[in-house]
Structures are given as structure tokens and as C-alpha cells.
């Protein structure tokens, strides 16, 4: 068992990892940012280094401070939760070729799976459904138009390394594409470095649903079920729920066959996530793989009962999955809203000192947060004030359960995304299940 680990991270997060650390006897090291120095995570760490100034390039990204810091510590591990370098290859590495392990994929599988083209081509290898398109990146204007007419409009421009919603561009006919491919591709350089860009097919109004995958240095590998991820905007998750509304039992068992014999295949180890679009039809495509623990993962965890952060700690530590896949089983309904400081007309960000805070509670409410009251919400990094996550015995449950929290939920001080939750919980369009990705555009103008 690791014993002592370093949390490359910050906010609910980090104290998500020294929760499931210490219930595992694992000393726990928190890094934080002179901004930093009064939050949750440094006051519950056994141990906290401060590893640079406010901005996240000198300190949240800063490898070489965070190694040093590990060092310092004497650490055996390092837990990069979510966001800054949990899908940084060269990070992953360093603390591999260091001595420190990392608690998440190798990074050869992260830098694969980086790449949006090679995974699709691997995922597609393996036998993974994908969406028609390019046959990896594309640079030539007059190429990628004759792509784009061979496979149908609209079709979808994106980056290679890409994520969050950017270098991703829609053409809907020839005239825009040339136009839609340059902005893809100036786009993709300004926020990754790289100008790479590949082609695929649009599907219109899919939903987004991703598969919890685990696999363990045994060879062993499980899905933990589906996550309905479709309420979006700009590309970004609002609301997760477990399971599907619209998933089959048929469908549920292809889309985890599938999943785990791609992690079989790959020899990958720890936890990931596959993400795939969904037409109404049912069909299925893989979109991208995530090679770290997930902002949602609470309400895979409300569902199936297993604590998915205590699982990463044991893998990381050579154990075997301690489960069977039908040992695994659904029980009720999960939903998770994210509660952002931001203005829930326009989402700009709302930073600010936090002047009032009540948290909801009762039974199956759950609050994954760092905040309190008199706590200073910061511009330097993600919006998200927390995770306001309910389980009831059905979907109709758990959206009255929601409800209700999000009435007790007092954030005062900054604006936050409550109000947004709370009509797309009244909304009789989600009431009924009926999302899909373009969901606020739709009815949210």
C-alpha cells in the first residue's frame, strides 16, 4: 500500500483524495498557491508546501516546484485529481522516471489517448464504433473539403489536442467549411500549441454519454455503468446523471462490452473514462477517452456504491480490482449539478468573497465542495464553487430530491449557477429525459 501522497491539485478535489487517503491509512501532502494559503485542502493535508504565486503556470502547472515538493516530502506517490496536469504526459513520466508513482494511467496510454486522432484510429482498431471521418489529421484546405464532401455535411472540425469545447468547428455546407477549417485550426494553435485538426461527421442533436472504466496492472478490467452527460453548454458539462434515461439493457451491455475490451486491450490501469455520442437511433461513437478520475464521478459512486478514488489508491498500489463485473450492480438514481460562480445568464465568471454559505443536507445529498462561508472564490482558477450530487430509489426522486437542495443551497456574495439548475429541473423536457447536447440552445436562448 502507498503510504505517503502528494495532491497535485487544489479545491474539492485534493480534498476529495485526502478523504479517501486517510480512510486508507495514507499520509496525505497538499501543494498550494500563495493564493491558496487559506483553503480547505492545506488545512486537511497532514503536510502542505506552497509551490508558487497565484497564477496556475507558476504553480498548479509548475512540474518542476511540484516534484521538488514531492521530494521534499518523501512521498511514494502523487494524485493529480482532475484539470492542470492529471492528462500530461511528460508530468506523468517524470514522476515515473523520479520513483514516484503516479496515481493514474502510464503515461504512455495518457499521450495516446492525448491525441484525439490516433485514439480514434486506436479505439477503431480495437473495435470500438466511431464516428466517419478523416483518417487522422488533416492540413491541406482543398484535402480536408474533399473529406468533408465525401462524408457528408454538416460534418465537425476538431483539434487534435483539443478539449473543452476549443479549435471545434461546424460546417453546415461547402460555402462556410473553408472558412470554419482556417478558424479550427488558428484556434487550436492559440490554446494548445498546435494547429492539428481533424475532420468528422456532425451529428446532430446526440446525446453525451460516457462508460467508468477501471483496469489494474493484473490485466483485469471493469466498467462501473454509464453516465448521461448531454446538459451542456459551450461544450462544457452543467449536470450529470447515472444511469441514462435513455439507455436500454442492451444497449448498457454493448456500450460496457465494448469499453472494457478496449482497456483489456490497451493493458490500461487505473481509472478512465470513454466518452461517446449517442444518435437517437441508439448507435453509438466513440468521442474521446479521459485518463483520469471525472468531475462526475460521485454519481457512479452513488449508484453502484463504490468508493472510485479508494479504488484508484489500492490499483496505484498493485492491487488487484477487488470486485467481478457482476458483482457490480445499479441501484436508484444519481443526479450531480455543478454550482459555478458565474452569472447564469451570460456564465461569466463571478469571483468574490463568499459572504454567506449553507450547504444542503439529508438523505442521498451529497456536497463535494471546498468553499465556506467568508471563503474568497479566485479569478486565477475554475469557476466551480461545487458539486451538488442527490441518489434516490428512481430518476423522478432524485430530480424532486434536486430540487429541493438546490432551494437550501445559500450561496451569497458572488452569482452562481443555481437559478440555471433549477429550471432545467423544472423543465418538462428534461423531466422526461429527453437532453442532448444542444439542450440549453434549445430552450435556454
Not at 249 to 264: F, H
Request: hydrophobic share 40%; proline share 4%; with cysteine.
Amino acid at each position: 500500500m502507498l503510504k505517503r501522497v502528494l495532491i497535485a491539485n487544489r479545491g474539492e478535489i485534493a480534498l476529495r483524495i485526502i478523504r479517501a487517503c486517510k480512510e486508507l491509512g495514507i499520509e496525505t501532502v497538499a501543494v498550494y498557491s500563495t493564493a491558496d494559503k487559506e483553503s480547505l485542502h492545506v488545512a486537511f493535508a497532514d503536510e502542505a508546501i506552497c509551490i508558487g504565486p497565484h497564477t496556475a503556470t507558476d504553480s498548479y502547472l509548475n512540474i518542476k516546484n511540484i516534484i521538488a515538493a514531492a521530494e521534499v516530502a518523501d512521498v511514494d506517490g502523487i494524485h493529480p485529481g482532475y484539470g492542470f496536469l492529471a492528462e500530461n504526459a511528460d508530468f506523468a513520466r517524470i514522476c515515473e522516471d523520479c520513483g514516484f508513482k503516479f496515481i493514474g494511467p502510464k503515461s504512455e496510454h495518457i499521450e495516446l489517448m492525448g491525441d484525439k486522432a490516433k485514439a480514434k484510429e486506436t479505439m477503431r482498431k480495437l473495435g470500438v464504433p466511431v464516428v466517419p471521418g478523416s483518417d487522422g489529421v488533416v492540413s491541406d484546405p482543398d484535402e480536408a473539403l474533399k473529406i468533408a464532401k465525401e462524408i457528408g455535411f454538416p460534418v465537425i472540425i476538431k483539434a487534435s489536442a483539443g478539449g473543452g469545447g476549443k479549435g471545434m468547428r461546424v460546417a453546415h455546407n461547402e460555402m462556410s467549411f473553408l472558412n470554419q477549417f482556417e478558424m479550427a485550426k488558428i484556434e487550436s494553435e492559440k490554446a494548445f500549441g498546435c494547429g492539428d485538426v481533424y475532420i468528422e461527421k456532425f451529428i446532430e442533436s446526440p446525446r453525451h454519454i460516457e462508460i467508468q472504466v477501471f483496469g489494474d496492472s493484473k490485466g483485469n478490467a471493469l466498467h462501473f455503468f454509464e453516465r448521461e452527460c448531454s446538459i451542456q453548454r459551450r461544450h462544457q458539462k452543467l449536470i450529470e446523471e447515472a444511469p441514462s434515461p435513455f439507455l436500454t439493457e442492451r444497449m448498457r451491455y454493448k456500450m460496457g462490452e465494448v469499453s472494457v475490451n478496449a482497456v483489456k486491450s490497451l493493458g490500461y490501469e487505473n481509472a478512465g473514462t470513454i466518452e461517446y455520442i449517442v444518435d437517437k437511433a441508439g448507435n453509438f461513437y466513440f468521442m474521446e477517452m479521459n485518463t483520469r478520475i471525472q468531475v462526475e464521478h460521485p454519481v457512479t459512486e452513488m449508484i453502484t456504491g463504490i468508493d472510485l478514488v479508494k479504488l484508484q489508491l489500492l490499483v496505484a498500489s498493485g492491487y488487484e480490482l477487488p470486485l467481478k463485473q457482476e458483482n457490480i450492480k445499479i441501484n436508484g438514481h444519481a443526479i450531480e449539478c455543478r454550482i459555478n460562480a458565474e452569472d447564469p445568464e451570460t456564465f461569466m465568471p463571478s469571483p468574490g468573497l463568499i459572504n454567506a454559505y449553507y450547504a444542503p443536507g439529508g438523505f442521498g445529498v451529497r456536497v463535494d465542495s471546498a468553499a465556506y462561508q467568508e471563503y474568497t472564490v479566485l479569478p486565477y482558477y475554475d469557476s466551480m464553487i461545487a458539486k451538488l450530487i442527490v441518489h434516490a430509489p428512481t430518476r423522478k426522486d432524485a430530480i424532486s430530491k434536486m430540487k429541493v437542495a438546490l432551494d437550501e443551497f445559500i450561496i451569497e456574495g458572488v452569482k452562481t449557477s443555481i437559478p440555471l439548475h433549477k429550471k432545467i429541473m423544472d423543465h418538462y423536457k428534461f423531466i422526461e429525459g429527453d437532453v442532448s447536447t444542444d439542450f440549453l440552445e434549445k430552450y435556454f436562448k
